[in-house]
Structure formats: C-alpha cells, structure tokens
C-alpha cells in the first residue's frame, strides 16, 4: 500500500445514545481513502451505528443522539451548513438484505438521477448511458441488459446486491458504506460481492461492515474490531490477524467469544 | 440399553395418551367450524329474508320515485340521493384530511410522548360511539358554526365520525410497506416527502383507498349522527333528479327512511322498509365490491 493516502473519513471523540444506551464510546478513528476498510466484532458492539454514522442516517432511526465530529473528506458533517441530500449522495450504503426498489432495474438504478435532477426532467439519453455505466461497473450489464424492464424484486439475490450497489453509481459517491452485504447471499454470490469491491476500490472509499471474520480477512486492506461501542483496534488487515496488540482482538479472532 | 429394550413391533404405536390428544384435536376442529357456520346463517338467512320480503316492491320505480300517500307507497329516490349526498361529501372532507394526518403521522412525526398521545386519542375516538358525535355535532356544526340543521352539518358531523379509522387504516397500509424501501431511498439522498411520493404511496394506495372506501358503509349506515344534525322524515323533491339538494337543505337519506317507515308511519306497505334496507344493503355491498375490484387491480400492478 502506498503511503500517500488521504484520510477519508476521521472521527474525533465520537460519542452516540439511543436513548440512554450509549452505542458509542469515543471514537477516534481515521479511515484512508481508496482502500476498504472492515468494521469487525461481536453483535451489539456498534459497528452498524458507527456505520450509519458516516452518513447521518442514523438519525431516521428514532431517538439518538450524538456528540463529537465526524469530518468526511475535510469537512466537519455535523456543521450547520450541512445538506443531509448531498451528503447521503455523496455517502452512500448498501444493507444486509438486498433492498432494490419494488421498480424496474432500469428505474432502481436512475432513481438517485431523478431524485437529484436540478431542472426539469432529465434526458433520456442520460439516463440510458448512466444505466449501461453503472451496470457495466458492477459486472450486470451483460446479463441484464435486455431485462432492464423487469422488476428489480425478481432478480437472483447476488443480482439485486449488485443493483443496490449500482444504484448509488449514477450519483457519484465518495464513500460506500456497506452493512454485512453478503450475509443474505451463498458463497458464489458473497465471491460476486467480494470480486466487486476489489473491482470499486481506489475509485471509491469503501467501508464494509461484517460478520465473517474470514471476509474482512480476505477483503478489506484496513480492519477496526469493535467491543462493546469501543474501538479496540485498527490496523492493517493482516496485521490485526496475525499480530493483535490488544488481548481482547487476540480472543475475539480466536473465536473464543462472540 | 434403551434401544435394544423396546421390541421393534411396538414402537412408533398409538398409545392411549396419545389417542386421547387426537380425540381432543378433532374436537377443537368441530367447535371452530361449527362456528364458523353459526356465522354464515345469519348472514345468508338476513340476505335470503329481506330479499323475500323485500320482492313485491323492488323494482326501478321504487328506487326513482318519491315516497307518496305519506310515505306509505311510492319510491324512495329523496332517501337515496341523500345518502349519496352525505356520503360523498363527508368522505370528500374526511379522506384527505384523515390520509395526510396519517402520512404525517406514519412518515414524519418522531416517536415521543405527544405522538403516543395523539395515536391513542385516535384510536379511541374511533371507538366513540356514533351518538355522542352526533351530539358534538348538533352542538359544533348546527349551533356554533351555525350552519343549521343541513346537509352540510350532516356531512360534516359524519366526516369527525370516519375521521379517526380512516387515519388509523392509513396508517396501518403505511406501515405495511417495507422499511428497507424507505432506506434505500434515504441512502441516495432523497427527502422524506421523495420517498412517500416516488415508493411508499404507490406501494400503499391500495390498502389506503380500502380503508377509506370501507367507511362508505359506515357513512352510509349510522342514523343518530344525520338525525341530530340534518337529515329529515320527509323532503319532497324532483323524482329520478340526482342534483336534488343544496348544501344547506335538509335532505332524508336512507337509513333514517327506513326507521321512518318501520316504527313512524302505520300502515305502511309491508315490503317498502324491506325494500329501503335492500337498496341500502346494495348501494354498500356495491361500493365495497368496486372497493375490492380496486385493490384486486392496483394489487397486480405492485411490483414486489
């Protein structure tokens, strides 16, 4: 790995409360641009709520609470000057469950096109070439390209995680962030997944959260375990398997809790 | 070993007990079903009785002409054209104003202790029974607002009647849509009203037209609220002429008819309050047949 990398996104003494749970406790994290970096660690650690973080959906879900910064790309995303639309297209997720819109695939993937579109209706021709773009990106062109009428819902699952990673294509995003998307998938279709994100990476920062230990090892460049709300460690990913510093990581990994 | 020490002929056989469990089970099966018929007969015998009593009278001219010789022959055009008066307009002020609440209510409004608030207060209100708002509006809409015992008031009255189930059963068709759809749209960057427009509503519009239709039945049925506020034994109007009243007459309307014409009037021809109640019966068993037509036809149309 070069040494040049940016710092995507850094989280300084990050505290969150659901209620008065408190999900998170002071994070201080920096993650490189251009690599993917997994979020490991037992359920319940809040590695999905600091996911959610990175882009403020978090606060849909009801009553939280944070404090904090969070910059992405140089930028303080709680400042008031913030749009969440342009920081959610800006920053977009992929879920456990594939969740294409109840649309056609050629509608699921220009959604965040016409959504977004500043004056009037956009062009057809923009829209075509986005949808051929963003599914030749992430290998379905081939496949879907006279299904692109069809309804999204009925396509094969590895399809639809595909599409749902397709669909933030057109807006360009910065940041991916990912919450266990192959969890839903069989090993053919987590491969698909896997062989895509070494395909995205470098274009985009991809942060993935997961499970699967044996994933994050194959797959990610950085890793971040998680206990508990607090970040045990991050490191490099060979190095948190091979030699954790932190007696918890050490555990964790060996499977002796989880 | 306990393998070895039951003799391979007697394993897997009924034994008492579990013969007695099987008893019970087919006992179970015979009280649901006989239940479920108690249910049909009534049904199928109140249909089947009214029809039959019903049958001298029904006819074209019943359901155009007015009622004549002081209700006791004749039609009942002024009764139908106000239960459609009344049930067209108050779902018309009820439906709008009851499915934006919900959608606030569903899509926008944070769970804390004013919006529990709120949703229980809904709930019971729907529970109220339909005299005490035929009293709020006698006291609301004829007096206060001043607008008299009308067909407005009737209206009006029977809308705060509907208001709170329509809420609720929009609600309810709201919350159906997946919450993962809602995600997807928030994680490109689209507003909440984007999403309720572009995914939920079309994902919902046909549990929330049901709901809304279904209260056609209610409007049209409940006789205390237009009673106290608007509808009247007797208005005579053109017969077969559907535009019939204004906003401020009184109108009659049929399930107040009916009660005229069984308990009010002697001597009344003994299959025209049979008759009312069949007409009544089928205005509202075609409103709701069109109301699951409706739902059959935006059901295919929904995409997942």
């Known amino acids: 790995m070069s040494e040049m990398h940016h710092i995507a996104i850094s989280t300084r003494a990050l505290d969150l409360w659901y209620g008065s749970f408190q999900a998170l406790r002071n994070i201080n994290v920096s993650i490189k641009d251009g690599i993917i970096t997994s979020l490991i660690g037992p359920s319940g650690c809040g590695k999905t709520t600091l996911l959610r973080c990175f882009n403020r959906v978090n606060e849909r879900y009801g009553n939280v609470r944070t404090s904090g910064t969070i910059e992405l790309l140089g930028k303080n995303i709680y400042d008031p000057d913030i749009s969440l639309i342009e920081l959610r297209k800006s920053v977009g997720m992929v879920f456990q469950r ?161 | 070993m306990t393998v070895a020490a039951i003799e391979p002929g007697k394993r897997f056989v009924r034994t008492r007990h579990v013969a007695r469990k099987e008893r019970q089970q087919s006992v179970a099966k015979w009280i649901f079903f006989s239940m479920t018929v108690a249910m049909i007969i009534p049904l199928v015998a109140i249909v089947a009785y009214l029809l039959w009593k019903a049958a001298p009278s029904l006819n074209w001219q019943f359901l155009v002409d007015v009622p004549k010789r002081g209700m006791r022959e004749g039609g009942i055009w002024p009764a139908f054209t106000g239960t459609l008066y009344l049930v067209v307009i108050s779902l018309a002020v009820s439906a709008p104003i009851g499915v934006l609440a919900a959608i606030y209510l569903n899509e926008y409004a944070k769970d804390n202790w004013l919006n529990r608030l709120i949703n229980l207060a809904v709930i019971n209100l729907a529970g109220v029974p339909s005299i005490v708002h035929a009293l709020f509006g006698l006291g609301a809409f004829v007096y206060a607002a001043k607008l008299g015992y009308s067909i407005l008031s009737a209206s009006l009255t029977l809308a705060i009647m509907t208001l709170p189930v329509i809420i609720a059963s929009t609600r309810e068709a709201l919350a159906s849509v997946p919450m993962s759809f809602r995600e997807a749209c928030w994680n490109v960057g689209a507003t909440r009203w984007q999403t309720i427009r572009s995914i939920v509503l079309p994902n919902s519009i046909s549990g929330i037209l049901t709901g809304v239709i279904l209260q056609v039945s209610r409007a049209a049925g409940e006789t205390a609220p237009i009673m106290f506020t608007g509808a009247v034994f007797f208005k005579a109007v053109e017969k077969g002429k559907l535009f019939s009243y204004g906003l401020d007459d009184q109108c009659m309307a049929l399930s107040m008819h009916l009660y005229t014409v069984s308990t009010q009037v002697p001597n009344v021809k003994e299959s025209i309050p049979f008759a009312t109640a069949v007409v009544l019966l089928g205005t509202v068993l075609l409103v709701n047949v069109s109301a699951i037509g409706l739902r059959v036809w935006l059901r295919n149309r929904k995409k997942w």
């Open chain 1, 98 to 258: 594939p969740n294409p819109l109840p649309i056609s695939v050629y509608e699921n993937v220009v959604f965040g096109l016409r959504i977004h579109a500043t004056d009037g209706k956009p062009h057809r021709d923009e829209l075509d070439a986005a949808v051929e773009k963003s599914l030749t990106e992430v290998g379905l062109w081939k496949d879907l390209k006279d299904r692109l009428h069809d309804r999204a819902v009925g396509l094969q699952l590895e399809q639809q995680q595909k599409l749902c990673i397709a669909r933030l294509l057109p807006l360009k995003p910065e940041i991916i962030l990912m919450d266990e998307p192959c969890s839903a998938l069989d090993v053919e279709g987590t491969r698909g997944i896997e062989e895509l994100m070494f395909a995205l990476k470098g274009r985009y920062t991809i942060v993935i959260v997961t499970h699967n230990m044996a994933q994050a090892r194959r797959a990610s460049d950085e890793c971040i375990f998680m206990l508990l709300g607090e970040l045990i460690e991050h490191t490099r990913t060979g190095d948190l398997f091979l030699n954790p510093k932190n007696p918890k990581t050490a555990e964790y990994i060996e499977g002796r809790y989880g």
